[in-house]
């Protein structure tokens, strides 16, 4: 038995994020864990579900899938959230315009600088001493 579902690739920091959304009962899945139980900082999850909030569909007519891998929880959180938006899009092309309204269809490309030869991180330099 086969169901048909629409997949999204969400990307933020270190984090990747494989999305998929069917139609069902409004479960999810993050990494074979209940999603409040893999997000449960607050506020995660109502950043995951931001896409549905954004087209004015509740998230309990479908199911989602999710493997993610990477990164840290923030990045993740963001990486679900644009996958979750890339596959509504997939399923429905005229959603698209909501979706960017919010901001949800573009790519976070914000990333960590790297380290310099002579600094401590990326911009912060030694204690200057003069003797």
Same mark, same amino acid.
């Given at each position: 038995?086969?169901?048909?579902?629409?997949?999204?690739?969400?990307?933020?920091?270190?984090?990747?994020?494989?999305?998929?959304?069917?139609?069902?009962?409004?479960?999810?899945?993050?990494?074979?864990?209940?999603?409040?139980?893999?997000?449960?900082?607050?506020?995660?999850?109502?950043?995951?579900?931001?896409?549905?909030?954004?087209?004015?569909?509740?998230?309990?007519?479908?199911?989602?899938?999710?493997?993610?891998?990477?990164?840290?929880?923030?990045?993740?959180?963001?990486?679900?959230?644009?996958?979750? &938006? =890339? *596959?509504?899009?997939?399923?429905? /092309?005229? $959603?698209?315009? +909501?979706?960017?309204?919010?901001?949800?269809?573009? %790519?976070? &490309? =914000? *990333?960590?600088?790297?380290?310099? /030869?002579? $600094?401590?991180? +990326?911009?912060?330099?030694?204690?200057?001493?003069? %003797?």
């Amino acid at each position: 038995m086969s169901v048909q579902y629409y997949e999204g690739v969400g990307r933020r920091k270190e984090a990747v994020a494989r999305v998929r959304v069917m139609p069902g009962s409004g479960r999810i899945v993050v990494n074979d864990k209940e999603g409040p139980a893999y997000f449960n900082r607050l506020g995660d999850m109502e950043a995951i579900l931001m896409p549905f909030k954004a087209i004015g569909q509740e998230s309990n007519a479908f199911d989602v899938t999710v493997v993610v891998r990477g990164g840290g929880v923030t990045g993740q959180t963001d990486a679900v959230s644009l996958g979750l &938006a =890339r *596959a509504l899009v997939k399923m429905d /092309p005229n $959603l698209t315009s +909501a979706l960017r309204k919010f901001g949800l269809l573009t %790519r976070d &490309a =914000r *990333a960590k600088e790297r380290k310099k /030869p002579g $600094l401590k991180r +990326a911009r912060k330099a030694p204690t200057y001493t003069k %003797r």
